[in-house]
Structures are given as structure tokens and as C-alpha cells.
């Protein structure tokens, strides 16, 4: 596959197109701001185009036997594998990734595409019992039709694939509107690999555009019936309002304030070491992330030494660097957001246990202690490297912390005592919880999913075949029907 090509346009009906707008959409290497390519941007017709392609397609690819969908699926894997250096270095360029991340989410990546794999043969209607003497009823499952995907920037690739690769496997064609900080690694590379894989034009497309010019329209156009959104539980709100007044599915996999629980029994070097890769995996910068660290009081001056001592050890700088575990935030604007919330929360009175410096879109590891659920770094989503710890007396008062916020995405509760640790976790208003774990799990086989304002729907394996395709009752009435009075 040749990536000297075409990583600059737009892939509409099969042909890689330059955007129609007016505007231009620089891409750059978050840790060294080096410009990395220049592409003209979408526009509202560019978004029309596309929406047709997948819309032409639509009837053919729906109709496509199932072997041919899981070997095109197959394939797009090979294609992947075969080009993950390549695809490696761009997600390390583009998104900020360390070698670690960037390997991880090549991981991720082929297991849900194999998953997908699977689900042209999965994807099965019913027979059904009847209360009318003679009728059979018969439920078919059907693809949706044409999906919008939007996809993120902190792990662009993953989150872009696994909605891709299930429509397209379920015989949707889909239109996918990638982050502007992350075109390549979250779009592009992707049709490019399908087309390598030899999926039909029209199939899958591509628009790069800016959200505050495309973004609305290309959730409300007429054509898609279903939006799949991943990013940020304001925008997700939005565009749940946008959708639902045109009453389009949505599957929304929004924000997270993620608890990382260590009960007074835990193991303390267990559940450090689980933290500080829940925390500073991908500088926290992951839905999933912990974002509040709850400690019972009567271990937290050892829990707080020892993850001190070991988060100094964690390297921040170039993330080409295979030391490095720490990279950049993907701008400077996170990077100021984050410090405002840092400081306000010290001035609330949270004691600051690691000072870690900023250089440019640097952040080092910062741990504070002593922060109460109402500071800034705990009532909001850091998506950052700073590690906020709550002291907890009663295990209820951990409860009472764990559901306080608007978000139910992840968390992670440390304990010795399994079974009573599941019994808390049972009671934690989340989509996903982990024992003796960390917050960062996904697994293609699972729900992957949140409550309240984490989101609405799952993804992987089954769960994602009910979201993805919809059911038809057909009915046939073999026998007369008594109609009377009417008859």
C-alpha cells in the first residue's frame, strides 16, 4: 500500500477527491507541532456526495452473501497487519501515541475486525410462536441501511474501526466523518486499507471536514439511519437532540468520570500498579481513564507513597521514543484546561504530592491528594496525566462518590474479598466495572458501553448487532381467520 498518496483528500464513491470547502485543515504532530499535510476541507456538497455513494451502494452490498462480507473483513485484517509499522509511526506522529499505545490499539483493532468477521453468519432472524390459530411469524434482521460514523482523536483508529468494520460486515455502507486533529489514522488510512481489500465504491466513505461547518448537517442530512458518535457527552447531547428530532438511531459511546476504588483489604502494590496504568496509559487521555482515585483512609498514606515513588519513574517526552510511557496532550488548549482545574483545585485546599512540569504539549505525571468530590480535578473529566485522590471512611461513602456524577462509564474496585467487592460493584451506576483491575478494558466479545451521561447503546460482539441492524415481523396467516363480527 502506498502511503505517499492520497493521505490528503477526501474518498467519496471510490475516488479520492480534494474537499470542495473553502477552508483548510492542518494536521499536526501534537508533541513538535511539526505540520504534517494540509487538507482542504469538506463541505455541505462534499457531505451530499458521500451520503449518495452509500446510499447507491446500499441495496447491492445489503444483498452481498455472507462469505463475501467476512472475506473483504478478512482481508481489510491481512491489509492492516501487513502495514502496522507504517500504520504504528502515523498514530505516533499524528495522535500523540507512545509505542505502547499505538501497538495496543493495533491490538485492539484486529480483534474486533476478526470479531466482525463473525458476524455476517451471526446476524439471524426468528420463528415465533403465534396466539392466532394458523399464523407463523417470522422475524428477519436487516441492516440499517446507510450509517454517519464520527469518530474521535484520542484512539482515532480503534474507535473509527470498530463501528466501520461491524456495519459494513452487517451490510451497512456508511459515511465516516473523522476528528480534524486525527484525518489519517482516523479515516483515511481506513478506506485506504479497504480499498486495498477490494470493498465496492460507495461503500465506505470518507469526508474531512471542521464539525463547526459539516458537523450538524452531516447528522441531520436525510439519508443516514443511524449515528454512531464517540467523543465528548456535550457534543453527544447535541447530536442525540439532532437526531432524535429526525428519529435516527443513535449509538453514543460519550464521556466518563471513572472511580478506581481501593477498599481497606486490597492488595496496595496490586492496586498501584493497576492505577498508574488506568491513569497514565495514553497520558489519561482515554474515555475510560481513571479520573478519581478512592481510597479507603486507614491505607491511603501507603497507597499515595508508593504511587508517587513509582509514577516518577514513568518517562514523559517524544512518544517515537519506546522508553517514553508519557507522550503529549493532543493541544495546548487541553493542556490549559487541564492546569486551570489543577490550580483551582490546590487552591481548594488539594495537597500537590507530584508536581509534574509542562513543556509545550508535555504534561509530566501530577498526583494530588486530599481532593474532596467538589474540586474541579474530580467534578470534571481531566483527559489528562493527573491523578486525583479522595480519602474514604465508610465503604458508603465511597458508594455515595462512585455515583455522584453524571457519568457511568467505567471504573475499578480493589479488593481481597471477591464476592462482597461484586456485591459493591452491582450497586456502582456504571456500563462497566472491573474487580481487582483497572478502568481501561475493552474486549470484543463484551458489552462496551455507559449509563446516564456516558452514552447510550453497546458495542461489541451481540450487542452490537442489535444496534447496527433492525428487525422486520413478517406474519403469514396459513389458515382462514375467523373475523367476526366483521366476517
Request: overall charge negative.
Amino acid at each position: 500500500m502506498d502511503f505517499s498518496k492520497n493521505l490528503n483528500k477526501q474518498y467519496i464513491n471510490g475516488s479520492w477527491v480534494d474537499g470542495s470547502d473553502d477552508d483548510v485543515i492542518i494536521n499536526k504532530n501534537p508533541y513538535n507541532q511539526e505540520k504534517l499535510q494540509e487538507i482542504k476541507a469538506a463541505s455541505k456538497s462534499d457531505v451530499d456526495k458521500a451520503y449518495k455513494a452509500a446510499k447507491d451502494a446500499s441495496t447491492s452490498w445489503a444483498n452481498a452473501l455472507p462469505q463475501e462480507r467476512s472475506k473483504i473483513v478478512m482481508k481489510f485484517s491481512e491489509v492492516l497487519e501487513k502495514n502496522k509499522e507504517k500504520i504504528m509511526e502515523w498514530l505516533i506522529k499524528e495522535a500523540g501515541s507512545t509505542t505502547v499505545k499505538a501497538a495496543v490499539e493495533i491490538q485492539i483493532c484486529q480483534a474486533i475486525i476478526k470479531e466482525a468477521a463473525s458476524f455476517p453468519t451471526r446476524s439471524h432472524g426468528f420463528i415465533m410462536h403465534s396466539s392466532i390459530p394458523g399464523k407463523e411469524n417470522r422475524v428477519y434482521r436487516r441492516p440499517i441501511g446507510v450509517m454517519g460514523i464520527i469518530s474521535p482523536w484520542n484512539f482515532p483508529m480503534n474507535l473509527s474501526i470498530r463501528s466501520v468494520v461491524t456495519a459494513i460486515a452487517l451490510g451497512n455502507t456508511l459515511v465516516l466523518k473523522p476528528a480534524s486533529q486525527t484525518p489519517v489514522t482516523g479515516a483515511i488510512l481506513i478506506a485506504k486499507l479497504f480499498e486495498e481489500a477490494g470493498l465496492p465504491k460507495g461503500v465506505c466513505n470518507v469526508v474531512v471536514g471542521k464539525g463547526s461547518e459539516i458537523g450538524d448537517y452531516f447528522v441531520a442530512h436525510e439519508t443516514p439511519q443511524l449515528i454512531s458518535f464517540t467523543g465528548s457527552t456535550p457534543v453527544g447531547r447535541n447530536i442525540g437532540k439532532i437526531a432524535g428530532e429526525a428519529l435516527k438511531k443513535v449509538a453514543l459511546e460519550l464521556g466518563g468520570n471513572n472511580v478506581f476504588i481501593v477498599m481497606k483489604d486490597a492488595d496496595v502494590e496490586k492496586a498501584v500498579d493497576a492505577a498508574l496504568f488506568g491513569k497514565f496509559m495514553h497520558q489519561g487521555q482515554i474515555c475510560m481513564s481513571i479520573n478519581r482515585i478512592v481510597v479507603h483512609e486507614d491505607i491511603a498514606d501507603e497507597f499515595v507513597d508508593l504511587f508517587v515513588k513509582k509514577a516518577k519513574k514513568l518517562k514523559a517526552g517524544d512518544p517515537s521514543d519506546q522508553k517514553v510511557t508519557v507522550g503529549p496532550l493532543i493541544d495546548t488548549d487541553q493542556v490549559e484546561r487541564i492546569q486551570e482545574d489543577l490550580k483551582k483545585s490546590i487552591d481548594a485546599g488539594a495537597k500537590l504530592v507530584l508536581d509534574g512540569k509542562v513543556e509545550g504539549t508535555l504534561m509530566h505525571p501530577t498526583i494530588l491528594d486530599h481532593v474532596t468530590d467538589d474540586m474541579p480535578i474530580a467534578a470534571n473529566e481531566i483527559f489528562g496525566p493527573v491523578a486525583a485522590i479522595i480519602r474514604f471512611k465508610k465503604e458508603e461513602d465511597a458508594l455515595k462518590i462512585a455515583n455522584s456524577k453524571d457519568f457511568g462509564l467505567s471504573g475499578a474496585l480493589h479488593t481481597k474479598d471477591i464476592e462482597k467487592g461484586v456485591a459493591f460493584a452491582r450497586k456502582v451506576e456504571t456500563g462497566m466495572i472491573h474487580i481487582n483491575d483497572q478502568t481501561v478494558n475493552d474486549e470484543p466479545n463484551v458489552p462496551f458501553g455507559g449509563e446516564k451521561g456516558s452514552g447510550v447503546g453497546r458495542f461489541n460482539g451481540e450487542f452490537i448487532l442489535e444496534e447496527f441492524t433492525r428487525l422486520q415481523w413478517v406474519s403469514i396467516q396459513h389458515e382462514g381467520r375467523d373475523y367476526a363480527p366483521f366476517a
